[in-house]
């Protein structure tokens, strides 16, 4: 599987593609990329947070910067569909 994510959050942007086997991979990617751009304290928060974990913190905080009511995801996976339907992300 690949997704291209293309989304500008706060003092982060992200257009990258990331490439796995698992949503929970490609999850785990997306993190490691994001954790790069972070403060230290920052950076040591989100490396403590299991992939799922941070994928409901990036839809927390999207709901917080763009107003939205996007559900929580429940899984890795279902955080790849709503980034998609919400035009942030492409699934390949």
Request: aromatic share 6%; proline share 2%; with cysteine.
């Amino acid at each position: 599987m690949k997704v291209h994510v293309n989304v500008s959050m706060d003092a982060i942007s992200v257009n990258e593609s990331f490439d796995g086997s698992t949503a929970d991979e490609i999850v785990g990617k997306m993190k490691s990329r994001v954790a790069r751009e972070l403060s230290f304290p920052m950076k040591m928060a989100v490396n403590a947070m299991g992939n799922l974990m941070f994928a409901q913190e990036v839809v927390r905080r999207y709901n917080d910067a763009r107003k939205k009511a996007v559900s929580i995801p429940t899984s890795c996976q279902e955080f790849l569909t709503l980034a998609q339907e919400n035009g942030i992300a492409t699934i390949e």
